[in-house]
């Protein structure tokens, strides 16, 4: 008798705490696994709600999320399509120097400005060359957009990430 009530006494208690155990657990619409490999594997999962940014002197890595590089592309006329081919922004993200780089086939007359989050102009040049520059040192740490334009119609609008 003494046996029965200990033994019913653990069966209560072990599953009291099982039952209370969590496992990592988050709602996704979708997920799947891409490359599985020796060396690991990656998997995806759309909807995760949690992520973690580890940050090293080469680089950073954003685990559990999607980083796109440009935002949307507006083709107006159709002398833009094959200078948007080429059009190439880097390094993104940046610290310092922000690179425009293309082949302006049609010798279009472009324009770019760099636009904070709520839509102020923060710096813009007029007709830039193949390869242009642009100093990105002194604005702090946040999200811009650059916009490049030829005669006020928008060619391309990239999302710019400063360190």
């Excluded at 950073?60 to 399509?81: H, K, M, R, T, W």
């Excluded at 923060?122 to 002194?138: G, H, P, R, Y």
């Amino acid at each position: 008798m003494k046996t029965n009530k200990l033994l019913f006494f653990l069966t209560i208690v072990s599953y009291l705490g099982i039952s209370s155990v969590f496992a990592q657990s988050s709602i996704n619409a979708s997920g799947g696994d891409i490359l599985t490999g020796s060396n690991g594997s990656i998997s995806y999962s759309v909807g995760q709600a949690v992520y973690t940014t580890n940050t090293g002197t080469t680089g950073s890595v954003a685990q559990g999320v999607q980083q796109p590089y440009e935002i949307s592309e507006i083709l107006s006329s159709i002398d833009y399509s094959e200078l948007v081919k080429d059009l190439k922004i880097f390094p993104n993200p940046s610290t310092d120097v922000l690179t425009v780089n293309m082949y302006n086939t049609n010798d279009l007359q472009l324009d770019y400005q760099i636009v904070d989050i709520n839509g102020k102009v923060l710096k813009a040049e007029q007709n830039i060359q193949d390869e242009t520059n642009i100093n990105v040192s002194t604005f702090p740490s946040a999200i811009y957009f650059l916009k490049i334009t030829n005669q006020s119609k928008e060619v391309k609008t990239f999302k710019i990430i400063k360190k």
